[in-house]
């Protein structure tokens, strides 16, 4: 795929969806790290549905670890993984308060030595929560980028990598924002939905669906 296209199926993403942003909620960085560390393996929705049950009373490193792991694990039940899941939170908040002041460290490093969180985690973080342009590469971006031609990749670190070096930079910030709201709802795994797709004509998958 050349620039030229990249640059019109960007632009096209902006145009559509100004001011994307996660579908996870979240009041400060430190419940969006929360969610995101949740999120693993799970829906969107699904951690929605539990964090607002937590958040208002315990959204804090101190509020959770008062609550302790037996008490989150109540809450995130309905959540895949939820023991360990449980377990690496209350982890990460004595982390963050005995290291870091209680707040959300601002470099990858950091973030990755944080128990349960890894590089896709700490992309979306740095991201989200404080303007960092990253690329946080999940299965929907990395569906989207090989097969619209966009970013191909065998694997999720090429994947990042190829969109760091093609997305153009005015993109950058916003840009794992759109790639997945378009994986989640239009360039799904089994059937895309090519006819709703604002950027088919520009996509280079050779099976498009038909109308």
């Known amino acids: 795929m050349n620039a030229a296209k990249r640059q019109e199926i960007f632009a096209r993403l902006q145009a559509a969806n100004p001011h994307p942003t996660t579908e ?39 509020g959770l670890l008062a609550l302790g ?19 690496n939170t209350i982890a990460t908040c004595k982390i ?5 002041g209680g707040e959300v460290p601002q470099t990858r ?13 700490a992309n979306v973080v740095l991201n989200t ?10 299965t929907h971006i990395f569906r989207v980028s090989n097969r619209t031609g966009i ?7 090429e994947v990042e ?20 709201l378009l994986g989640r709802y239009v360039c799904v795994a089994r059937k895309p939905k090519c006819p709703q797709c604002g950027i088919s004509d520009l996509c280079e998958f050779k099976q498009k669906t038909p109308a």
Do not use: C
Request: net charge positive; proline share 6%.
């Open 24 to 62: 996870l909620e979240y009041d400060t960085p430190f419940q969006l790290l929360i969610a995101v560390l949740l999120s693993a393996q799970a829906t969107d929705k699904s951690v929605n549905i539990a964090t607002r049950k937590f958040f208002p009373q315990h959204g804090t490193p101190q």
């Open 69 to 87: 792991e037996a008490g989150l694990a109540d809450y995130i039940k309905t959540i895949g993984l939820f023991r360990t899941k449980a377990k």
């Open 161 to 180: 990598r190829k969109l760091e070096k093609f997305v153009p930079r005015e993109y950058m910030q916003d840009a794992h924002h759109w790639l997945i």
């Open 96 to 100: 963050l308060l005995e290291q870091h």
């Open 109 to 121: 490093e950091a973030l990755e030595a944080l128990p349960g969180v890894g590089r896709k985690t």
């Open 151 to 157: 970013a191909p990749g065998k694997n999720v670190l």
């Open 129 to 138: 929560a404080f303007g960092q342009p990253t690329m946080a590469v999940d």
